[in-house]
């Protein structure tokens, strides 16, 4: 017995291992590990993912609360003039006058105000306490007025043309 005893303390292997060198149980699997490389990247994309659905969000609603108001007007309507109290700083009226006009707006932050097409008979208004910067593609479809004071058509048919308008009109 002693002999069989310290054939078995020689042995200092687990047991699972010897069951599994006669085949009697199965060898035990390692398991795998995730490795850090694995986890920054999801991290990072799983974060970029969020920053630019932030940044998204945030646009949105900065066009929107940058649109103080959009009406469309019918050409052949006729208006009726009454006071309207305008805000202070600058009161942009855009209206298209024949044919369709690419406009985009951003104000003195930088932000997209408006971007979109404007087409004959509509009228678009914008307000900003600051600054507003407009590039009107097709400048010969559009008729500015700016602070209550007539501009005229903005420029030629096809041109492009970039006017910068501060409380003060037109800089």
């Known amino acids: 017995m002693a002999e069989m005893e310290a054939i078995q303390s020689s042995d200092s292997r687990p047991i699972i291992d010897r069951l599994a060198e006669n085949n009697v149980a199965d060898k035990q699997k390692e398991k795998k590990r995730m490795k850090f490389g694995t986890l920054a990247s999801i991290s990072a994309a799983v974060l970029s993912i969020?920053?630019?659905?932030?940044?998204?969000?945030?646009?949105?609603?900065?066009v929107s609360s940058g649109v103080s108001s959009v009406s469309v007007k019918s050409p052949?309507?006729?208006?009726?003039?009454?006071t309207i109290s305008v805000p202070a700083g600058v009161n942009l009226v855009l209206t298209g006058v024949n044919g369709r006009s690419w406009v985009g707006l951003t104000n003195a932050d930088g932000a997209s105000v408006f971007n979109g097409q404007i087409s004959a008979g509509q009228v678009v208004t914008f307000n900003d306490p600051k600054m507003?910067?407009?590039?009107?593609?097709?400048?010969?479809?559009?008729?500015?007025?700016?602070?209550?004071?007539?501009?005229?058509?903005?420029?030629?048919?096809?041109?492009?043309?970039?006017l910068d308008f501060d409380p003060n009109g037109q800089l």
């Open 50 to 62: 969020g920053f630019v659905a932030q940044i998204a969000i945030n646009n949105v609603s900065a």
């Open 76 to 82: 052949s309507t006729q208006e009726n003039t009454s």
């Open 132 to 162: 507003i910067k407009a590039v009107i593609g097709n400048a010969g479809a559009i008729k500015v007025n700016v602070n209550g004071s007539d501009l005229g058509v903005a420029g030629a048919e096809g041109q492009v043309v970039r």
